[in-house]
């Protein structure tokens, strides 16, 4: 019995080293990622928003492999506070082509419509992608251009804001309709 009980013990520190290597890698890199996004919400915290912006690419790149559906939430969630703070950070031109693939991915994905929290997702999504839209239509206008080019724009962000609130009227959510 003590002979097994010294084997065990000795074996110890390879089983800890067996974990360390195996998913113990991913829980260090999920913790990475935790620590990113903590500085980069502080950063948008304080208005610091190209801060932000490198510390939400950077828990986008420590995000281990989306091999799980709350992973490519994960994923997703934090490509749209990126793109958000790229909207605040003035840099419009990115933040409104990467809201319009998150909102097409989104769109296409059809795990989505069954999962409250995708949904909820989906139009913070089209909302700021909206959004985008509004504030690109006032730089074509700033810029000159003619109506026949800002307008359609217009119009796309105009009939987005309808379906969210006609969506959320709904869904009983009267408040945010």
Do not use: C
């Not at 019995?1 to 067996?18: C, D, E, N, Q, S």
């Not at 809201?99 to 999962?115: I, M, N, Y």
């Amino acid at each position: 019995m003590r002979k097994l009980l010294i084997g065990l013990w000795l074996l110890l520190p390879v089983a800890a080293w067996a974990y360390h290597e195996g998913p113990g890698q991913e829980r260090m890199a999920l913790d990475a990622t935790d620590a990113e996004l903590d500085l980069a919400r502080a950063a948008a915290a304080k208005g610091d928003w190209p801060g932000a912006i490198l510390h939400f690419e950077a828990a986008s790149k420590a995000l281990p492999a989306l091999n799980s559906s709350e992973r490519v939430a994960a994923a997703r969630s934090i490509r749209l506070s990126a793109a958000k703070a790229k909207l605040n950070a003035s840099q419009l031109v990115e933040a409104r082509k990467e809201l319009k693939e998150l909102v097409k991915e989104l769109g296409e994905d059809s795990t989505v419509a069954g999962d409250p929290a995708q949904t909820a997702l989906l139009d913070e999504a089209r909302e700021a992608h909206a959004n985008a839209q509004y504030y690109w239509t006032w730089l074509m206008r700033l810029e000159g251009a003619p109506r026949t080019e800002w307008e359609p724009e217009v119009e796309v962000a105009r009939q987005t804001y309808r379906l969210l609130a006609e969506e959320a009227e709904a869904r009983g959510e009267s408040k945010s309709a």
